[in-house]
């Protein structure tokens, strides 16, 4: 019937199933890696999505929540000794926090667009200076290490690659389920983006929507961020803030195709491996060469396909639909 | 008495779009807004309805004053408005978008049928909306404000671009809106349909109100011979 519809419950519990028993093929650690990674920035762009997808607010900033709930979790971890686990969960928190620092003074002053856009940069590049700067507190450049640990969920340290498999797989589905059940919420975000006077006069309160998928979608990112650190065992201010951070959500995203819950999932699948791939084989050779190969794909897409892929399917069904009456 | 204006005014820079305006709208009429463009009749719907802010005076809905409220609470108060430049969620269906814009007031989906059926876009339901033509953007703007249950609704040239006969099916729409108890308010430039749909009709000119009363009074008035044609029409 309608596009929203479509992203159905229904689809997500075979997905799980399928993607619960993948490890149970024997496989390469290298593989079993490359499907944390898709599963990872899968679950990354879906989290940007909230905001950019939906609500229509482009950021590319979002690298400042993924390294705030990276390096929260380090601090939660390492000088407070609070179980992972835990950790995981609250520092989302403290990215929902820092988010406000940016969504209140936009939002609510109206700074639309391209503005809002800048903002977002310029707010993960200080925050990313700051992390520099604070060697003394952040590890500075150099980045910080997370100690070797008891193996275990509690401790969110594993021996097997598998089991991080079956974290961020858990945490991506559990996101779509509540994106799923949220409807309502996402249908608001949906009206603010496609025209904020239309929607005003509907009578959705524009700024809280606004802060409150921000608020949403920098939670997410600062768990994926947590993720990022635990898996990993280290990270940098310029992996936890940078702008290839922050851009590597909005292509996935917008390749896949922003507008549907879906997108983010197929965008990832196509594009971590490949970008995967590439870094293995020309990163080393050609340093960056990667990158030129990705830029080429996303104008290619956004030229062709706007709808990124989710959007050739959509076009055909909705083609057929009107066909068949 | 519904709405009452009074003394509003609104200036942009040096520029008085608004002067002074005083009118007032009894329940269950449908009220005539007419005058040349820019003459200030949609600054004044961005008045009444939040998107700005009157420089000064008062704007009495139901007696309270919705001067300063923004437009999201004053559409839930029940004042709902069609824009001139017609506008929608151009990326998702005509169904999709009165079923969003349903969400807020908690219409049931039975009611969103009902409102397609009432402006007759029943059959392009599944058709997205930047794909609609000028008569079919204007139904949705009809529909979409319908949504809110609006007390009052006012139509920015909802007939503007239309064919006669496309100008004739959209009068009677409003005509069934407001048999339903809901007050009308119209924008228009073209006399032709005003005088059809109208008991009364106030006129504006330069931001001031010039006239007020019948079709038949206003179209005798001088000032508004004036104001329409030029000087040397007056007789």
Redesign the interface.
């Known amino acids: ?4 519809k479509s992203l159905n419950i229904k689809y997500i519990v075979p997905l799980a199933v399928i993607l619960y028993a993948l490890p149970l093929i024997p496989q390469q650690p290298y593989v079993t890696h490359l499907m944390i990674m898709t599963l990872m920035w899968a679950y990354l762009a879906t989290a940007w999505n909230i905001l950019g997808g939906f609500s229509g607010q482009l950021s590319l900033g979002h690298a400042a929540f993924f390294g705030i709930g990276a390096y929260a979790s380090y601090f939660l971890t390492v000088w407070y000794g609070i179980p992972p686990i835990v950790s995981l969960i609250v520092s989302g928190m403290f990215a929902s926090l820092i988010s406000i620092g940016i969504g209140y003074p936009c939002f609510r002053y109206g700074l639309r667009g391209v503005y809002f856009t800048l903002a977002t940069i310029a707010f993960a590049e200080i925050l990313k200076d700051v992390f520099i700067y604070l060697r003394d507190i952040t590890g500075g450049s150099l980045g910080i290490w997370l100690p070797v640990t008891h193996e275990g969920i509690v401790n969110l340290y594993f021996i097997s690659k598998e089991s991080y498999y079956y974290v961020i797989t858990s945490l991506w589905l559990l996101l779509m389920i509540i994106l799923s059940l949220a409807g ?1 919420f996402k ?2 975000l ?2 603010i983006r ?2 904020e ?2 929607a ?7 700024t809280r929507y606004k802060l409150m998928a921000l608020l949403i979608s920098s939670y997410f990112t600062g768990v994926g961020g947590s993720f990022y650190i635990y898996y990993f065992r280290y990270i940098n201010p310029y992996t936890a803030f940078g702008l290839d951070t922050s851009l590597q959500m909005v292509l996935i995203s917008v390749f896949g195709g922003m ?1 549907s819950l879906w997108g983010s999932f197929i965008g990832s699948l196509v594009l971590t491996p490949i970008g995967e791939y590439l870094r293995i084989t020309l990163g080393g050779t050609y340093v960056g060469s990667h990158l030129i190969i990705y830029g080429v794909l996303l104008i290619i897409i956004i030229r062709f396909m706007p709808r990124g892929v989710f959007g050739i399917a959509e076009i055909i069904r ?1 083609k057929y ?2 066909r068949g009456g | 008495m519904l709405l009452s204006i009074q003394k509003v005014s609104k200036a942009f820079g040096g520029l008085w779009a608004l002067r002074n305006v005083d009118l007032d709208v009894e329940e269950g009429e449908v009220l005539g807004l007419i005058g040349p463009n820019g003459a200030g009749k949609t600054t004044l719907f961005n008045c009444i309805t939040g998107y700005y802010r009157p420089t000064s005076g008062k704007i009495v809905f139901q007696s309270v004053d919705i001067v300063g409220l923004p437009p999201y609470k004053i559409s839930r108060l029940g004042i709902a408005r069609t824009f001139q430049l017609t506008k929608g969620f151009n990326n998702l269906t005509v169904f999709d978008n009165i079923r969003i814009a349903s969400l807020v007031s908690g219409a049931a989906l039975k009611d969103v049928w009902e409102i397609l059926r009432l402006v007759g876009l029943e059959e392009k339901k599944d058709v997205y909306v930047g794909s609609l033509t000028l008569i079919e953007r204007k139904k949705l703007e009809l529909a979409r404000a319908l949504t809110i249950r609006p007390k009052l609704l006012l139509l920015d040239e909802v007939m503007s671009g239309l064919k006669p006969s496309e100008a004739d099916e959209i009068l009677k729409v409003i005509s069934d809106i407001n048999k339903k108890g809901v007050t009308v308010i119209i924008v228009e430039h073209v006399m032709r349909t005003i005088m059809r749909i109208c008991k009364r009709v106030a006129v504006l000119d330069y931001g001031v109100k010039i006239a007020e009363g019948s079709p038949e009074e206003v179209m005798r008035d001088e000032r508004v011979i004036k104001a329409y044609l030029g000087e040397e029409f007056v007789a």
């Open positions: 019937m309608s596009m929203f309502r249908d608001y949906i009206a496609e025209d006077d239309v005003a006069s509907i009578g959705i309160n524009i507008y909705s639909l009107i």
